[in-house]
């Protein structure tokens, strides 16, 4: 064939979650738009805040020159001032603008972060389930992911972890709150985290970089989700604002590196030229210059608490076993047969569409996204009953 072997074989391997979707297509044109019930991708249907538009609207209309231009590669600095003193205030912590980096979502940030950290070989630690992407995203650059056990509420395993350290570890990556379980770390998990790195970190004689992925981490429901920063210092975060200004087609997120990261000058460096050479060049200057002027906006997440509430109740209630989770917009409940991908197929009959576990390095399991109408996820709820029946989970 003419392509990349390795590009080839990973669309045979995406083979499973295509065939999903030219399914769920098949099904709209079949039984009509609202018969089809799609949980499967994390699109929120919902429209942005109000002042996400007025503002956009402002920058278009000034008359101020060269502010579609090439900026430093890193973003416009008063963007990167911008954040940086939130992060300030948040954490204490003196951020300044060269620890902030703009890029193309959480996506770009983090395919960034592992160009500047990788050398062949060197792995990654996730913990499972994981983001479909992760993979592609660490073997990009040479690097393999090496997946970790968490517990059964999904929360840190750390002797997993611990047995997992080795020399080959330049990495830890975490996400929370969680795609696809929704679950959120605790400080005291943090901490703990953290104080294992340090000491890793030692005992190989070698930094190990913590990096957060959290693209979710204005959506959360109970508790908020605290700040990596304080609890290690080799820590990068890569976020965007694709979820919580509910705009993931524009494509704008950051990667702050911590002020007290020991290498804190050279992956800066590293990090601004692999934006570069990597062919993303800068992130869109308009959704940079707008984020000062939305400040703290977000959409309203009171209906994915709704639809939380709605989804994680009627299915318990059913008999699926699910952990409640704690923030972003997915569920993650416990398939009630072993093959994940034969009960995504069976509930695919009912016109219910979802992901199978093992899209998330976890069979056994299925996710459902819930930031759609509530109205929506309503009318599915019967089908959800009819599912749990079919499977004997209810008499
Ligand atoms: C866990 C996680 N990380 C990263 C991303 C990528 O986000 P972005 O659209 O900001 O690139 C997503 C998107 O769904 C995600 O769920």
Redesign the pocket.
């Given at each position: 064939m003419g392509i990349s072997a390795q590009i080839e074989s990973s669309i045979q391997n995406s083979s499973m979650i295509r065939k999903m979707f030219e399914e769920g297509d098949r099904r709209r044109q079949l039984y009509g738009n609202d018969k089809v019930f799609d949980f499967s991708i994390?699109n929120p249907v919902f429209e942005p805040p109000p002042e996400v538009k007025q503002n956009l609207l402002k920058l278009i209309q000034s008359d101020e020159k060269g502010t579609h231009r090439y900026m430093p590669n890193s973003g416009y600095p008063a963007t990167r001032r911008y954040i940086a003193g939130m992060l300030n205030r948040e954490t204490g912590l003196p951020f300044g603008e060269n620890d902030i980096i703009m890029t193309?979502?959480?996506?770009?940030?983090?395919n960034v972060i592992f160009k500047t950290l990788l050398n062949p070989g060197d792995e990654v630690i996730v913990f499972k389930p994981y983001?479909l992407?992760y993979n592609a995203y660490v073997s990009n650059y040479g690097g393999q992911i090496r997946p970790v056990d968490t517990r059964e509420d999904f929360q840190l395993d750390f002797d997993a972890l611990e047995k997992a350290i080795s020399g080959k570890t330049k990495a830890v990556l975490i996400?929370s709150p969680?795609?696809p379980t929704g679950v959120v770390y605790s400080e005291a998990d943090l901490v703990r985290l953290g104080r294992l790195l340090q000491q890793k970190s030692s005992e190989w004689g070698q930094p190990i970089s913590l990096i957060s992925?959290e693209?979710?981490r204005k959506i959360v429901y109970e508790k908020p989700s605290p700040s990596i920063f304080p609890c290690y210092d080799h820590a990068l975060v890569?976020?965007?604002?694709?979820?919580d200004l509910a705009m993931?087609g524009e494509?704008i997120?950051y990667i702050a590196i911590s002020p007290s990261h020991g290498d804190h000058g050279l992956v800066t460096a590293g990090a601004v030229l692999a934006l570069r050479i990597l062919g993303f060049v800068n992130a869109p200057a308009l959704m940079q210059r707008l984020l000062p002027l939305v400040g703290d906006a977000c959409v309203d997440i009171t209906p994915y608490r709704i639809n939380r509430d709605l989804l994680y109740n009627h299915l318990t209630s059913t008999g699926f076993s699910c952990v409640k989770p704690g923030g972003?917009f997915y569920l993650f409940p416990r398939s009630p047969i072993p093959d994940d991908v034969a009960f995504i197929e069976a509930a695919q009959q009912l016109n219910l569409l979802m992901v199978p576990g093992s899209g998330f390095g976890m069979p056994g399991y299925f996710r459902l996204c819930y930031c759609f109408e509530t109205e929506m996820i309503e009318r599915s709820l019967p089908l959800f009953t009819e599912l749990a029946r079919q499977f004997h989970l209810t008499d």
């Open positions: 994390g193309i979502g959480a996506g770009g940030a983090l983001f992407e996400n969680n795609n992925d693209p979710y890569a976020t965007s604002y694709s979820k993931p494509r997120g972003a």
